[in-house]
């Protein structure tokens, strides 16, 4: 449930110039569509301006380039999107659960916990684990032997960590994410697959936050690493031996196989899939449904896949799709018949007698 | 394990006409191929009375149309497939659990249950929910602080709900879902990501089925909304604000972005995506695999994907995708060429003269 | 972490043939451009031994081809990955949980436990399950009723198996396994969909392992089947009624819908998809992202998918898809014109008689 805030405190809160009237009290904060008179919302660039003029918004938050254009009550900031994701904050404010204990959790007699730590019912942790201070595990959370979970992390309901996991500070994980399973190896045999043990671990920086029902597998050897900052939407795979550089952040369902090395600040869509023991640079975009099999060494935005249309039309297209090299050569020969001719008529003699 | 019916029985229950002997025992349910004379199979439409010389089912389900084509024991139905799907709840009764708490349930003091719930083991409700009369929470489930269950809720073990989800009646929750993470939102910034406060929540309608590990993440702001009858496969991820229209089903692995919109009675295959923000309109089919990056603003079936081939033949056809804008151009330099060609050949003077 | 052991007992463990010093210590396993004094690393054949000349590592693991190429410690192998996989289990031997059963636990009345079984804390074992000798249970661990566990299983932290579920020996599954969740069967109804009960079960062989978040549907009548020795990576989804032969191996975030069967000895890629019903024959290997949409009689390697590219190319390319039949076209087109201009020209009578 949102609070109630002034204008004037929502400026003080967020260093933001205030313009209008003060002590507008604001109830909630929408988009600008929806936005009423009780509502605050934002625009970040001139883009948006025609909307400026129906806007039913109490108040909004205008980048100084547009302060002109508008007569209602603002907040004038550089960065509106920030402004608003900071008013937001103020508006819905969230308290962590009391500190404490749940007589339900079953922990081991070494767990070792830092100050203020909130241990929700059902968690288990197992030998020689270590939470940090101020610590938030909600209910049915297992952490497994010798995990070191930083300080201030927030693990949703049904969380699991396997053993050994390390967690910076600030990390947010969301339910069912499960850290440091095994990696995929096994050695091909004629009978079968010999099982590769899989003795390495996950280590988290800090400010990671991981999304719902998200895996990340323990390194073969070593570490599978998520850089400080890097953000992991729902239901994505992280192999093992993975690095993902600080900031980067990946959208849902997305699939990074073993050994693959992701640089800093990149930006991964959903659905992507990257190949096995590939690179990609820093500040590297990649939208959505890519399949990545080969290394990516310049920044930039890269993309593949084959939009959605008509059925009809896409059964004639992906028939064609199987006959492309043979439409090439079909073209090839095109090329060459037409080359052939060419120069043939140049040199006509009976034509070039009757010019 | 099937019980034992007359095909008497049957016939009164699924309210279809009898041919045969009534006292006949069916004690399973079978696909027409495997089944034998103890079994009831079905046949949906002339598509298959091919299959109907060979059967050994005890009896078949039949569309009136195809009575004069078989002579052995049958119900004749006007909608043989869902006749099946009745007989098979009949041979195959469920019960649900007893009503009761289970010991090992942590319920905060001011949880509100309706009449007849069925608390399994280790089941945690935080404070302030609500859960309907007649719903059944399996072992390891936990509900988040207020969330309003409905009635005849069935959740198998270990599903989470976030914070303020709320249900409909008769939903159907399997084992892994997670209802009402948080949304994917931050703001980018020089140092990172801030995190945009996801202050809504996750809102299903009646009647809606969840697969397993499936994610509904809770809206930004708002709700997130899955209407009347949506149903949803496994592994699917649903972002934050996504809007379902009634009695829609969506496949596994398939990938909704944030704030999409999708019409009523929509059927959208396995491991589609769709990018953020699109509308797709009522009645839409979307087969499997398809990307959809545009909306869709007419009932029909959309589709895109490359179907697998031979390893060798696609190595060649995928180094000619990345060439096909090239390939085009040559076209059309051939056209060019060809068009320029033939008018001068047609004025040719020599050819002319001599004719 | 990893113990210590001479090479001679690694030879004698891994029945290898020592050359150099038998007394020599190893302390751990790593990648050959990290090993270093105290590793042991490996060469799996000819392709890498440029990479001889400049290890660090302590000792190495060489295929006898090799054994003239190198002066240093090395345990010769007809298999060097292989024997790297053994030395990895004998560096770093793993233990498993004492045997017993955690205060925590919930069993039902009726459940049977073999000899030696390990139950975690927080487990909930339903009535009419059977668990095998050996098995090991983690926290938060659901099995349904009715089930039967194997001996000697490994279920990490907070797997869930519903009702009727068995499992063959030495099968490992990982934190957030769901098996036999309902299979996606509904009658569609003009009024919304009529889920037809899902009354089979989950059956896997021996040595079956499944990785974290990985879902299996029960069968809608029978058994949804996992032959032996198959491998299953994260977030994996298998339909109801799926058949998948021994050995075979599928890797994460990979979609199988219903009724497919998939032969023996197969490797299918990640972030594939195989369309219902379909079948696929043994020894088949099928490529990352590849989208299968049609039996695959014999074996072989099949591929399909675009690759990423430079958006701006990939703009431009995926244009050109959607005209991809009409390009087909125009070429055809193209070829009849010069098809209908050839013969004329060879039979040009002014060129004729002029030549």
Redesign the interface.
């Known amino acids: 449930m949102?609070g109630v805030l002034t204008l004037q405190s929502l400026a003080v809160a967020t260093g933001t110039t205030l313009r209008g009237e003060g002590g507008y009290e604001i109830y909630?904060?929408?988009?600008l569509e929806?936005a009423g008179a009780t509502d605050i919302s934002f625009i970040r660039d001139r883009k948006y301006v025609r909307y400026l003029a129906d806007s039913a918004a109490g108040a909004l938050i205008l980048p100084p380039s547009l302060a002109d254009e508008y007569a209602g009550n603002c907040l004038l900031s550089p960065?509106p999107?920030?402004t608003?994701?900071q008013v937001?904050?103020l508006?819905?404010p969230?308290s962590l659960p009391a500190p404490g204990i749940?007589a339900?959790a079953?922990l081991a007699d070494d767990v070792v916990l830092g100050e203020g730590v909130h241990i929700?019912?059902?968690v288990?942790v197992?030998s020689g684990a270590v939470i940090g201070a101020g610590t938030v595990l909600?209910?049915?959370c297992?952490v497994?032997a010798d995990c070191q979970v930083g300080p201030d992390n927030y693990f949703?309901?049904?969380v699991?960590l396997?053993a050994d996991t390390r967690t910076g500070a600030r990390v947010?994980l969301?339910?069912?994410v499960?850290l440091g399973?095994?990696g995929?190896g096994?050695?091909p045999?004629p009978?079968?697959?010999?099982?590769?043990?899989q003795?390495g671990n996950v280590v988290l920086g800090d400010?990671v936050?991981v999304?719902?029902?998200t895996?990340v597998?323990r390194a073969a050897?070593?570490s599978t690493v998520l850089g400080?900052?890097v953000?992991l939407?729902?239901?994505i795979?992280i192999?093992h031996n993975v690095q993902i550089g600080?900031?980067t952040?990946v959208?849902?369902?997305t699939?990074i196989?073993g050994s693959v090395s992701i640089g800093r600040h990149c930006r991964i869509a959903?659905?992507c899939?990257i190949?096995g023991h590939l690179s990609i640079a820093d500040h590297v975009?990649?939208?959505?449904?890519?399949?990545?099999?080969?290394a990516?060494k310049e920044p930039?935005?890269?993309?593949?896949?084959?939009?959605?249309?008509?059925?009809?039309?896409?059964?004639?297209?992906?028939?064609?799709?199987?006959?492309?090299?043979k439409?090439?050569q079909?073209?090839k020969a095109?090329?060459q018949?037409?080359a052939a001719?060419?120069p043939m008529?140049t040199a006509?003699?009976?034509?070039d007698?009757?010019?």
């Open positions: 949102a909630a904060a929408a988009p929806q960065d999107y920030l608003y994701a937001v904050g508006l819905y969230s749940a339900s079953v929700g019912p059902r288990v197992e909600k209910a049915g297992v497994g949703h309901a049904n699991t396997a947010i969301h339910s069912g499960v399973a095994d995929f096994f050695v045999q009978t079968g697959w010999y099982k590769i043990p003795v400010d936050e999304g719902a029902n895996t597998d050897m070593g400080n900052g953000k939407d729902n239901l795979q192999g600080e900031h952040a959208a849902a369902c699939a196989a959903g659905t899939s190949a975009t990649i939208t959505g449904n890519s399949m990545v099999i080969n990516i930039g935005v890269y993309s593949s896949g084959m939009p959605a249309e008509a059925n009809a039309v896409w059964r004639k297209n992906a028939v064609r799709l199987r006959q492309l090299e439409l090439n079909r073209v095109l090329e018949q037409l001719q060419l008529q006509n003699p009976c034509c007698s009757d010019s």
